[in-house]
């Protein structure tokens, strides 16, 4: 059974932090971890993925210098710290898998708030 399982988020004023966390289980052959975001009225976009075959990851430009991506492989676990948060991102924050057969797993998101 696949199951991704997700924590962190909630409400926190601007320049503040927040931590996500996701845990995937029945998900074999795992190629990248990731998260990406929904702003109401936008289109989910990345945020920032990890690859499990050589550490590799990559992040939106509006993230980068502020957001750290970091992957488990041994637990099948990814986090996201979110550092210097902004009011624009605020979104519901999706967990997503992949594995080498091209199939997509999604978490069930969780909202982060950042007011100003």
């Known amino acids: 059974q696949v199951q991704l399982v997700g924590s962190g988020g909630g409400l926190v004023q601007a320049g503040g932090s927040l931590r996500l966390s996701c845990a995937a289980s029945?998900?074999?052959?795992?190629?990248?971890m990731g998260w990406y975001r929904q702003a109401p009225g936008n289109q989910r976009e990345l945020v920032a993925r990890?690859?499990?075959?050589?550490?590799?990851?990559n992040y939106a430009d509006s993230v980068k210098g502020r957001f750290t991506i970091s992957m488990d492989s041994a637990k099948n676990t990814v986090e996201l710290q979110m550092n210097s948060l902004k009011p624009e991102d605020t979104a519901v924050y999706y967990c997503?898998?992949?594995?080498?057969?091209?199939?997509?797993?999604w978490g069930q998101g969780t909202q982060v708030t950042v007011s100003s």
């Open positions: 029945g998900i074999f052959k795992i190629y990248n």
């Open positions: 990890a690859y499990l075959d050589g550490g590799s990851s």
């Open positions: 997503r898998v992949v594995n080498y057969d091209a199939l997509t797993y």
